[in-house]
């Protein structure tokens, strides 16, 4: 049974395909980017528990994100 689950960001370029964090996440931060992507991603992976507990998971499942120091900076 599964009990967690990591959400992994990930960029699909069109000319370079599925770029991995260490690609773009500087820039997102040096730009500030990062706060709203950070959103976005807390939102998906608690929206995806919300489906996955629906669908039988267990309520028991838990989901990591890995927060930015400048997210956590600013809130």
Do not use: K
Not at 5 to 24: I, M, N, T, V, Y
Not at 36 to 61: K, T, Y
């Amino acid at each position: 049974r599964i009990v967690g689950a990591e959400a992994l960001l990930r960029w699909r370029d069109p000319e370079h395909g599925l770029l991995g964090p260490a690609s773009f996440l500087s820039l997102a931060e040096d730009t500030g980017l990062i706060v709203a992507i950070g959103e976005q991603v807390l939102r998906d992976a608690c929206r995806a528990v919300v489906q996955w507990r629906a669908a039988g998971a267990g309520s028991d499942l838990r989901v990591s994100v890995n927060i930015s120091a400048v997210q956590l900076r600013e809130h």
